[in-house]
């Protein structure tokens, strides 16, 4: 009888033990993949693109959420058109690195790069759409505005033209 009631006792301890380490392991698992987890600032934006539902194809560094209030998109079928902000962390230069990097694989075609008083400025065309993104500081987070447009019709072909010279009017 004290033999099954020590064998008895043991088994709950170690039940106790298993399930207080699973809780343990659980919660731990809980914290890595915490939505709302920020990066450090400084660090790049993970390699991994994500996409915001509203820009489908375009990549979005990782640690980056839409500001509503400063976004607006309309979709018509196969077009779209959108002005929308992102704020998240990151350097500036390595979110700009992240765009030059993903964009070709969302088929977009870089057409004009420029870094202008901190900010860096880009122009993607794809088969259908241009694309620009502006990165900026914004104290230790970045900035993100994606302008998504119809591209011209014959826009990307259409051979520059030089303006059209001025004519004089006739003398009185």
């Known amino acids: 009888m004290v033999t099954a009631q020590r064998h008895a006792s043991a ?4 039940y106790r033990a298993t399930l207080g380490l699973a809780l ?6 809980g914290c890595e993949s915490a939505g709302d987890a920020q990066m450090p600032t400084g660090q790049p934006p993970p ?5 915001h539902p509203v820009l489908e194809h375009i990549p979005l560094p990782m640690g ?5 209030e400063r976004s607006v998109a309309r979709l018509a079928g196969p077009l779209r058109v ?13 979110v700009a690195e992240f765009y030059l990097k993903h964009m070709p694989a969302a088929k977009f075609t870089l057409r004009d790069k420029r870094f202008d008083a901190g900010t860096w400025l880009m122009r993607f065309e794809s088969r ?12 230790k987070r970045a900035v993100i505005v994606i302008d998504l447009g119809p591209l011209p019709k014959g826009g990307a072909d259409r051979p520059s033209r030089p303006p059209p010279a001025e004519v004089e009017a006739p003398a009185p």
Do not use: H, W, Y
């Open 128 to 139: 259908t759409e241009e694309c620009n993104i502006r990165v900026k500081p914004k104290g």
């Open 64 to 68: 980056f959420a839409m500001v509503p």
């Open 24 to 29: 343990l392991v659980a919660i731990m698992a």
């Open 82 to 94: 959108a002005q929308c902000e992102f704020e998240g962390t990151g350097a500036v230069d390595d």
């Open 47 to 51: 390699t991994a693109p994500r996409q």
């Open 11 to 14: 088994l709950s301890r170690i």
